[in-house]
C-alpha cells in the first residue's frame, strides 16, 4: 500500500456549465473527477435540483499542490465573479495499491 499526500478541490456551481468547465478543467491538466448533483442555499440564493437551470453540481477532483493552484488561479479569474460558485480545497491523502 502506497499512502500519497495530495490536494482535493472541490467545486459547487451551476449545472448549465458544467460540460463547459469540465473541458476547460482537462486543459489544465485534470485526469479524473467526479461530479454529483447537489442542492443547497449561500449567498446567491437557494439553488435546487428540480429545473435544469437552476440545479447545482459538485465536482471533485484530488490533484497535486501545483495542479490545484493552478485550478483555485484559473476559477477565480474566469468564473468566480460570474457564476453561482463555491470553490474549497483541502489535504487528502490517497491510498494506492503498490505492485510487487
Excluded: P
Aim: charged content about 30%; glycine content about 8%; overall charge neutral.
Amino acid at each position: 500500500m502506497k499512502i500519497i499526500k495530495e490536494k482535493a478541490v472541490t467545486i459547487v456551481t451551476e449545472s448549465l456549465i458544467e460540460k463547459k468547465l469540465i473541458r476547460e478543467l482537462k486543459k489544465l491538466g485534470i485526469n479524473g473527477y467526479t461530479i454529483e448533483d447537489v442542492r443547497g442555499e449561500g449567498q446567491k440564493g437557494e439553488r435546487g435540483s428540480d429545473w435544469d437551470q437552476m440545479s447545482s453540481v459538485r465536482i471533485q477532483i484530488v490533484c497535486g499542490n501545483d495542479l490545484a493552484d493552478k485550478i483555485i488561479n484559473y476559477l477565480n479569474k474566469n468564473y468566480l465573479d460570474k457564476y453561482a460558485m463555491f470553490v474549497f480545497m483541502f489535504d487528502t491523502e490517497t491510498i494506492s495499491h503498490e505492485s510487487k
